[in-house]
């Protein structure tokens, strides 16, 4: 691992200068996933869930969330996003279901997306988890986590 950059010469906290960093086409692949009960599944896959299609509102949210993740996160640069993409997919767990998350931010710039693709897997599952708390509080959201990642000086990631 390289030494830290968000430091200054005091040990304080600072932007990293990227002004001098080439432009390349960068993307990040983030994993999230939240588990919710059989009842909870049902309403989702049906449309029976009271505050409205929970999926519809927890992609526009995430979308949402990875635009505005420098607000959220301190160091992180405000970057031109050129795209999200969210999508969902079940599997079950003994008698409950996990929704899996996954979310490509793409950006063409000096630096990466992957706290961008993070944030947004992230709020997506809190959105999930936000529309459905009045059936069952008891959901279990994570673990998240970085897939993937190409362009940039450090070069490509993929998980194992």
């Not at 490509?104 to 936000?130: I, Q």
């Not at 008891?138 to 190409?150: A, R, S």
């Amino acid at each position: 691992m390289s030494e830290f950059t968000h430091f200054n010469e005091q040990g304080h906290a600072k932007m990293v200068d990227i002004s001098s960093k080439t432009d390349s086409v960068r993307t990040a692949i983030a994993r999230s996933s939240i588990e919710v009960s059989d009842e909870i599944y049902q309403k989702i896959l049906h449309s029976k869930m009271e505050k409205g299609d929970v999926l519809a509102v927890a992609q526009v949210a995430g979308i949402m969330a990875a635009k505005r993740t420098p607000d959220l996160i301190p160091m992180c640069h405000p970057i031109p996003i050129k795209g999200v993409n969210l999508s969902f997919n079940w599997e079950q767990k003994g008698s409950n279901y996990v929704l899996l998350i996954d979310g490509e931010v793409k950006t063409k710039g000096s630096t990466g997306v992957e706290m961008e693709a993070l944030t947004a897997v992230s709020v997506c599952a809190l959105t999930v988890y936000d529309m459905c708390k009045a059936v069952d509080k008891g959901m279990i959201i994570g673990p998240t986590f970085l897939m993937e990642k190409t362009g940039g000086k450090s070069g490509d990631f993929h998980r194992e």
